[in-house]
């Protein structure tokens, strides 16, 4: 037994398992700042800031890395059954779904690169609404899946159909300036591709939701 009364087995086991989370974390955080910094450097211009979320990734790439290893340690060697077996597989699907998300947070960035030098025409579409409200369901969701919330989780589910609206809305608007407007298009087609981006983004959110449903539960539900 170890000084907290904990079976040496039990408590690497636990030793594993908070690093798992801590990893996990730490991937939902750098992936809420990839969708600022990205949209940033598409709003300022700023080839810097786009550079960063690229270089960021592989910080997130690593991360996913370490939560695999560590998930397969626990497996293989604690061989875990029931609530612990589910949570070491729903931490591997979400940390799944974060690295994702960063690839598209890098999409976003590249795309945003090469607008720098292009001038926009007439006034912006509201790429900044779907954004923020990327952001809120990332945030939303991390603190579900910290608090173990399946309420919670399911709420943010829930609210991706807002998303669904705006992006609807800026894509039928930038068709709409395409058709209006021949020089339009490159511009237009690449902020078509980051509308995209996001809106994988927030469909991951909901992956995430239905991890989270099956770690506390066990069952499998459909929340999209």
């Known amino acids: 037994m170890t000084e907290s009364g904990l079976h040496p087995l039990r408590a ?3 030793t594993l398992l908070r690093a798992v989370r801590d990893e996990v974390s730490e991937m ?5 700042c990839g969708i600022a910094r990205a949209m940033w450097g598409l ?3 700023s080839v810097d800031l786009c550079n ?3 270089e960021d990734d592989l910080r997130v790439n690593e ?8 998930s397969f340690s626990i497996l293989l060697r604690e061989a875990p059954v029931a609530t612990d077996l589910r949570e070491v597989m729903s931490h591997l699907h979400i940390a799944a779904e974060l690295e994702r998300m960063g690839d598209h947070c890098v999409s976003i960035a590249k795309l945003a690169r ?5 001038p926009e025409r007439g006034p912006g579409v509201d790429l900044d609404s779907m954004a923020s409200l990327c952001r ?3 945030r939303e969701m ?3 899946v910290v608090g173990r919330d399946v309420d919670r989780a399911r709420q943010v589910a829930a609210r991706d159909d807002r998303i669904d609206r705006v992006y609807h809305r800026v894509f039928d608007d930038l068709i709409q300036r395409m058709i209006a407007d021949g020089d339009y298009v490159y511009r237009g087609t690449n902020l078509v591709f980051i509308a995209h981006h996001l809106e994988r983004i927030a469909d991951r959110v909901t992956n995430i939701a239905e991890d989270l449903v099956f770690l506390e539960t066990g069952v499998i539900e459909e929340l999209g």
Do not use: P, S
Not at 28 to 32: C, M, N
Not at 114 to 118: A, F, G, K, S
């Open 43 to 45: 709003a300022e211009r």
């Open 136 to 138: 809120e369901q990332v």
């Open 28 to 32: 939902g955080d750098l992936v809420e």
């Open 114 to 118: 090469v607008l720098v030098d292009i």
């Open 52 to 54: 960063a979320v690229i």
């Open 63 to 70: 991360l996913q890395r370490l939560v695999r290893d560590n």
């Open 12 to 14: 690497e086991f636990d």
């Open 142 to 144: 991390l603190g579900a």
